[in-house]
């Protein structure tokens, strides 16, 4: 089983949608990153949280520590969304560990 | 302030053969780190080196190495060529180690293609 299990591992939307990615862990972690990264390669960092919520215009990312569960909220979605979105944790002295992204593809 | 930039960003290699690549950080990140991605394993962990000394090293052959130089400038090289080492590599950098919950930044990654 990995450590950092993300779902959906597909998903597409209509524009305009509300999407939900989740992450699930099985470690103590000391952040969560979420990550974008579009064909090409190149990957942005979207948001590190170590607990509750964080916005950023239509995204919404949040975390419960207990639970150890993480979920990106798309808003309004655009085909400019369309990407895949990698949860990765981090633990202490330790190296990151990715999970294995979440596809979205977003129609007009 | 310029993001980080790996070069090259696109280079075909034979097998047996040896490859270097490099990566400059956003100016005062300390660390750097290093990753492979490839379709069928995704985001994996090479190396991390902060402030010239590897802090952590994931689970690949000795054939993979790094280092960083004063400047925090880091290269990879990977000798002896396999055709599947074929893959993206990707480079990000971060204020402080990138496990300590630091923003990570990444580079637009190398393209390497062995045959």
């Known amino acids: 089983k990995n450590e950092v299990e993300q779902s959906p591992q597909n998903l597409t939307a209509q524009e305009g949608e509300f999407i939900t990615i989740n992450c699930s862990y099985s470690?103590?972690?000391?952040?969560l990153h979420w990550l974008q990264q579009h064909p090409g390669g190149g990957i942005v960092s979207l948001f590190m949280?170590?607990?509750g919520k964080k916005k950023h215009g239509r995204l919404i990312a949040t975390i419960n520590i207990q639970e150890k569960h993480s979920s990106l909220h798309i808003t309004a979605s655009h085909p400019r969304d369309s990407a895949v979105y990698i949860c990765?944790?981090?633990?202490?002295?330790?190296?990151?560990?990715f999970g294995t992204g979440t596809r979205l593809q977003v129609f007009p | 302030k310029a993001g980080v930039t790996q070069t090259p960003r696109y280079l075909i290699k034979t097998r047996g053969q040896q490859v270097t690549l490099s990566c400059s950080p956003i100016?005062?990140?300390?660390?750097v780190s290093w990753y492979q991605q490839t379709p069928g394993q995704g985001l994996q962990f090479l190396f991390e080196y902060f402030s010239e000394t590897q802090r952590n090293k994931g689970n690949f052959p000795g054939r993979f190495s790094g280092r960083q130089f004063s400047n925090s400038r880091s290269e990879m090289n990977v000798s002896t060529l396999e055709l599947g080492d074929s893959a993206l590599y990707l480079c990000?950098?971060?204020?402080?180690?990138?496990?300590?919950?630091?923003?990570?930044?990444f580079g637009e990654g190398s393209w390497l293609t062995v045959v």
């Open positions: 470690v103590g972690i000391s952040a």
């Open positions: 949280l170590s607990s």
């Open positions: 990765a944790v981090s633990r202490n002295t330790d190296k990151l560990i």
């Open positions: 990000a950098s971060s204020l402080a180690a990138a496990n300590s919950g630091n923003t990570i930044y």
């Open positions: 100016s005062g990140h300390r660390s």
